[in-house]
């Protein structure tokens, strides 16, 4: 066998090519504005709050207790760590069927318009960070319903809508008796 001809000179051998391009290469990190969400699914619809809103996520087996006389849009109260705090049911409030299982879901506790209250959901999916470039605006043809509480919709895959709530709105709403 005959040996590998020597490198000519000014020639580079693959290894010391691929050195001296990474020392050349410089990545450029951009930040890109992003905001964190709560995604959750009530009557099995995507839907997401701002992270900065939530202040906690309650487990479903957390006690909600009926009070008589409460509106349609409040499911009762809880008691957490000294505090009595409302649950409102966001079925109602956007006009979506309330659930006909028995599994009560979980609470969000979340702080907008001046109050802190439990906003019962089904599911929690997920909290993460979304690139603000990725949040469209809520298209015209949204049910009259739901369109004033909707301040972004987000595509998370192909077909798979979140819809982003806008919880200044929806507690105003709730404060009014609107819901």
């Keep these: 066998m005959t040996p590998p001809p020597a490198n000519e000179p ?4 693959l290894e010391q090519a691929l050195a001296e ?5 410089s990545i450029v990190d ?3 504005p992003s905001q964190q969400l709560v995604l959750f699914r009530v009557a099995g619809q995507r ?9 906690e996520i309650i487990s479903h087996d957390q006690p909600v207790y009926f009070v008589p006389g409460l509106p349609t849009t409040t499911e009762g109260v809880l008691h957490l760590r000294g505090h009595i705090e409302s ?9 979506l069927p309330l659930p006909s299982g028995t599994q009560p879901g979980m609470i969000l506790l979340v702080s907008a318009a001046g109050i802190c209250s439990g906003v019962r959901i089904e599911q929690l999916d997920d909290v993460c960070d979304v690139p603000t470039s990725l949040l469209q605006p809520p298209p015209d043809t949204l049910s009259s319903a739901l369109r004033p ?5 987000w595509q998370l ?5 979140a819809v982003l709530l806008d919880a200044e709105t929806l507690f105003k709403a709730y404060q009014d008796g609107l819901g």
């Design 30 to 32: 951009v930040e890109e």
């Design 47 to 55: 839907f997401a709050l701002p992270g900065g809103v939530v202040k």
């Design 157 to 161: 895959d192909e077909g798979v809508t």
């Design 149 to 153: 509480y909707v301040s972004a919709l």
């Design 87 to 95: 649950v409102i049911q966001l079925n109602v409030l956007l006009g």
């Design 21 to 25: 391009h990474d020392e050349n290469v």
């Design 10 to 13: 000014g020639s580079l051998t």
